[in-house]
């Protein structure tokens, strides 16, 4: 209750006349403390605060603001010539998949953030003051393309845009829905969302009136331009991706008072997903979110939760609908969709029940913005509910996902981090990708400060164990810790007075969390998890010591527990099976190698381990065999000062593994690792599918004479390449694949000698084997052996009888005994193999060739 009159209270104020941009901050969030009155002070997260902040100023502010200079039709005075000098970004930026602005409006939002995290600490004001110039040039730029559709009466008045669709924004105004369907696929209003919400944040964080009043105006564009269509068609248009609309526009009716903001919210509010996740408590529809896209659903719950909480006079009933929907939503995926790292999905859609296997299978593992709005959302159910569970979730999320997403190097930023077993990360390059988790990704490491601390009247409550100080008007106290390396942390009051001091008492500690309390102070009983919380006179210098005991534990794969993962505290720990560079190898004995693609290039799925990262047998992997009640018992501490382990994979699979170390998964970068490890009894592993795959594929390696991995750069050059369109290659389902457009031809030199490299190859009993998918059936091509032809106008079939579940199979073309010899009769030590696409269809895609002895 005293939250909701809080809430009142600062609402009315602003409508009144009395908010500013001074307490923006207090308007939208009533019970955090302005990022500015928390500064972070050591630790790792404060240096992934600088590392990011240097990177948002190498970025090319222009080129990311050259789309709404387009699309604004700008090009006179100071923007003559600005297209040619700042072109777009190519990257999810170019005409065939424009999401041209997304990243811009992330953009403000990232440097709004960076300046008031900064802002207050002594050694990064500077740079603090950096990220603002920069911010304010470009909100500078942008004004003047908003006001560039001043005297506009088709519905562009108060647009800013970066996508090529101004005659579909018109149509959209009349009412038409046609010209809205012709591009939902590009999320038109998904993009439209990250520019009002950069607008809001240059408000909010930035102290800029002037992106108030541009947030404003472009909000009077979001109502308007839908202004013309009825529940039905809106209703239609919500089941493209359109980010958190609903969000900021309930913002914008928190800020400036007017409810046709909150009507617009509403408005945009996607009753499918409300109706969807309706339900008591544990009894809500667990199958309604499978295979759904991720983190399209995420913000609108984040927009359903803000609606409910900024309707401060309950006017429409059926808002308890959308909170029943946001907790449950929530409930699903953090109890039965979040994996080791805090994150969820694979390949951007929740997974079924029985499909958990993909968690290891599959090398696009949780996607970087899922994880970033998930804490957005927990965040305000914890505002809501002050439970411990949002708490706990939070801080997991935070340290084993989004802090490792950051290349300390470079600063570069990470799309999927994948689960599978001896995966890797890619990331991006500064004025590279323009992808969504790079637009995420600059936010993130300026948020760490946000949710420490926050309060409910007189209540201090301590969410998170990390070094940093808070001065706020009423509250001051600093935290003086090196979590999660020391189990305890030290709060120290500088601001005296009488309130409740609320320390977490997470799940992880298992009620044994311990205090040294100043004398006379009351603790009260703290066996379960929740908050401790101490109520007394505090005097300045006051100290509280916190205990905080984290034991090593095993955590299942969600719904598939073949897999387990190892935590200390809320810690992720996991092993490098890759060695990060040649010094490394000789410490640690493991191998060193160069990651394939470790950092994207320019190209569509760039940021895809699955397209651009080379995947290992799972088999290779360390593992477990044996009785899993030993599992910790065998981990033996290595450095508790450094969450340092020693771990002894079993003997078994096709890698024999050295003493790995396990560490915090957050500090491993460039190498390849394990966070899942396979833990099951002999006998069931020896029925595993993993098994069964080995046998087939050790009898394949057990045929072949030589290999081309097509499509890897390495194995391609070492059998001279020669290709007429030698930029068509990829990856599908974690297979790399050439491909062949219509008139073209690819072509590679076997290798036709024993593994002893001396024995020549028979002439006779030899078999070309190439591995298709059924995806390209009916595809026509030509194959040749040394310019004669060994399978002439050859269609690739729907069906064959190696076909995998995947769709993948092998074909296996017979060579004659004739062109295996020279013209003396001896068999030849090399041939070359080549493969013509027919004129007016593409070949089928190689995804693999071999050289094999018949079967």
Not at 376 to 392: C, G, I, P, Q, W
Not at 517 to 523: F, M, R, S, W, Y
Not at 564 to 578: E, Q
């Amino acid at each position: 209750m005293k939250n909701k009159i809080l809430k009142t209270v600062l609402v009315a104020a602003c409508i009144a006349g009395g908010g500013g941009v001074a307490d923006a901050q207090s308007i939208l969030y009533p019970q955090h403390f302005d990022l500015e009155e928390v500064t972070l002070t050591a630790g790792p997260m404060r240096d992934a605060m600088k590392i990011n902040a240097e990177l948002l100023l190498r970025y090319d502010a222009d080129r990311l603001m050259a789309p709404f200079v387009r699309e604004a039709h700008l090009n006179s005075g100071k923007y003559q010539d600005f297209l040619s000098k700042h072109p777009s970004f190519r990257n999810w930026g170019d005409y065939s998949w424009s999401l041209e602005g997304h990243v811009g409006g992330h953009y403000l939002t990232a440097l709004s953030l960076a300046y008031a995290a900064m802002k207050n600490d002594p050694e990064l004001s500077s740079l603090a003051g950096k990220c603002r110039e920069r911010l304010v040039y470009c909100l500078e730029i942008m004004k003047d393309c908003q006001d560039a559709y001043d005297n506009d009466t088709e519905g562009m008045y108060g647009f800013i845009g970066g996508q090529p669709y101004t005659e579909m924004w018109r149509g959209l105004y009349k009412g038409d829905l046609a010209a809205f369907k012709k591009f939902g696929g590009m999320v038109p209003f998904y993009c439209q969302h990250k520019i009002l919400a950069g607008l809001r944040d240059g408000y909010v964080y930035g102290k800029s009136h002037l992106a108030e009043q541009m947030f404003k105006k472009m909000c009077d564009w979001t109502l308007n331009v839908v202004s013309k269509l009825d529940d039905t068609q809106m209703q239609d248009i919500l089941g493209w991706e359109h980010g958190g609309v609903n969000e900021t526009l309930a913002d914008a009716y928190k800020i400036f008072g007017d409810k046709k903001y909150l009507d617009g919210a509403v408005k945009f509010s996607h009753r499918q997903m409300i109706n969807g996740m309706q339900g008591s408590a544990g009894a809500y529809d667990t199958k309604f979110l499978d295979r759904k896209h991720a983190n399209t659903q995420v913000p609108k719950y984040i927009g359903f939760e803000r609606v409910n909480t900024v309707d401060l006079s309950n006017s429409n009933p059926s808002h308890k609908d959308y909170m029943a929907s946001v907790v449950n939503f929530w409930d699903d995926v953090a109890t039965h969709r979040t994996v080791c790292i805090g994150g969820n999905s694979v390949g951007e859609h929740f997974l079924p029940v029985d499909r958990c296997e993909s968690y290891m299978s599959n090398l696009e593992g949780p996607e970087s913005c899922n994880t970033n709005d998930m804490l957005k959302l927990s965040e305000a159910l914890f505002d809501d509910t002050h439970d411990v569970r949002y708490a706990d979730f939070y801080e997991a999320a935070m340290w084993n996902h989004i802090l490792s997403t950051q290349d300390p190097e470079t600063g570069g930023y990470v799309y999927f981090t994948t689960l599978r077993p001896q995966g890797y990360r890619i990331y991006s390059q500064v004025n590279s990708g323009m992808w969504c988790c790079v637009g995420t990704g600059m936010e993130n490491h300026s948020k760490y400060g946000h949710f420490i601390y926050t309060h409910d009247s007189d209540t201090l409550f301590v969410n998170l164990f990390t070094p940093s100080k808070l001065d706020n008007e009423r509250f001051g106290i600093v935290q003086e810790t090196n979590f999660p390396y020391e189990q305890a942390t030290t709060l120290r009051i500088t601001k005296a007075g009488k309130f409740t001091l609320a320390i977490r008492n997470p799940q992880w500690a298992n009620g044994n969390i311990a205090f040294d309390c100043p004398k006379k102070t009351e603790i009260p009983p703290h066996g379960k998890p929740g908050y401790v919380k101490i109520t007394r006179k505090w005097k300045v210098g006051d100290e509280v010591k916190v205990w905080l005991p984290m034991t090593l534990r095993v955590e299942d794969c969600p719904n598939y527990n073949d897999y387990v993962a190892f935590k200390v505290g809320p810690i992720l720990l996991a092993a490098k099976t890759t060695a990060a560079d040649a010094a490394e190898a000789s410490l640690t004995g493991l191998k060193y190698e160069k990651l394939q693609n470790e950092y994207a290039d320019d190209s569509r799925m760039g940021h895809s381990p699955g397209a651009m990262g080379t995947r290992k047998s799972l088999s290779e992997a360390p593992m477990f065999i044996g009785d899993r009640s030993k599992l910790v018992s065998n981990i033996k501490v290595k450095n508790l000062g450094k969450l340092q382990y020693t771990v002894s994979p079993s003997e078994v699979g096709r890698s024999k593994w050295p003493e790995l170390t396990l560490q915090p998964f957050y500090e491993i970068q460039h190498a390849r690792y394990a966070c899942y490890w396979y833990a099951q009894s002999p006998e069931k592993y020896a029925q595993s599918p993993m098994v069964k795959a080995d046998s087939i594929a050790a009898a394949l390696e057990a045929r072949t004479i030589d290999f081309v991995a097509t499509g890897e750069q390495q194995s391609e050059a070492g059998h001279v390449l020669a290709a007429t369109a030698p930029e068509r290659k990829g990856s599908w389902n974690s297979e790399t694949y050439r491909e062949i457009p219509n008139n073209n031809e690819v072509s590679y030199t076997l290798t036709n000698l024993r593994s002893n490299n001396t024995e020549p190859l028979p002439s006779k009993n030899v078999n070309l084997l190439i591995r298709f998918t059924n995806n390209d059936r009916n595809r026509r091509c030509s194959i040749y052996i040394d310019g004669q032809p060994l399978a002439e106008n050859w269609v690739t079939p729907g069906m064959h009888p190696s076909m995998e579940g995947s769709g993948f199979f092998n074909m296996e073309f017979p060579i004659p005994e004739s062109m295996l010899v020279d013209a003396d009769g001896k068999p030849k030590q090399s041939i070359r193999f080549t493969i013509k696409a027919n004129s007016g269809t593409m070949a089928p895609s190689m995804f693999y060739l071999r050289l094999v002895d018949a079967k």
